[in-house]
């Protein structure tokens, strides 16, 4: 409900609308976590830690594909739960020519070395087709 919908209705502005709005509200004004706190998703590791493997993968990611300063380029440390899936896996994208390439590495992000990467040679073959559709990424 906009701002204007709840004044009409006798409801402060500021007041959040409904569950969703007030959840939205207390996530944008919590405080962030110190970055030596663990970090409830990264399997014991620190903010600081995942962060810095994060942005590790990023950086080897935009080397090896020769890839420019403002590509986008997305990491992900995903858990899964399917059988015969690892538990942790590092998901990587980026976008190069309005084509998004895509490829896993089946280990943690902080076990993630730059060998695990894909060969340079291979990034036309990690072009994602316009049409494919996925359950698992």
């Not at 209705?9 to 970055?35: E, H, I, N, R």
């Not at 942790?88 to 895509?102: C, G, P, Q, S």
């Not at 990690?126 to 996925?134: G, R, Y």
Request: aromatic fraction near 10%; charge should be negative; include cysteine.
């Amino acid at each position: 409900m906009d701002r204007a919908k709840r004044t009409a209705s006798g409801m402060k502005a500021d007041q959040p609308a409904d569950d969703y709005d007030s959840v939205l509200s207390a996530w944008f004004t919590k405080p962030s976590a110190p970055a030596d706190e663990p970090d409830p998703f990264a399997s014991g590791r620190t903010r600081a830690e995942q962060s810095a493997a994060l942005e590790r993968v990023k950086e080897w990611t935009r080397q090896r594909f020769k890839l420019a300063e403002e590509a986008a380029i997305l990491v992900s440390e995903l858990e899964c739960r399917l059988p015969g899936c690892p538990p942790l896996e590092t998901v990587i994208a980026f976008w190069e020519n309005d084509k998004r390439h895509h490829f896993k590495l089946f280990k943690p992000v902080a076990k993630v070395a730059l060998d695990d990467l894909p060969f340079a040679w291979m990034k036309s073959e990690l072009i994602v087709p316009d049409d494919f559709a996925c359950e698992c990424c």
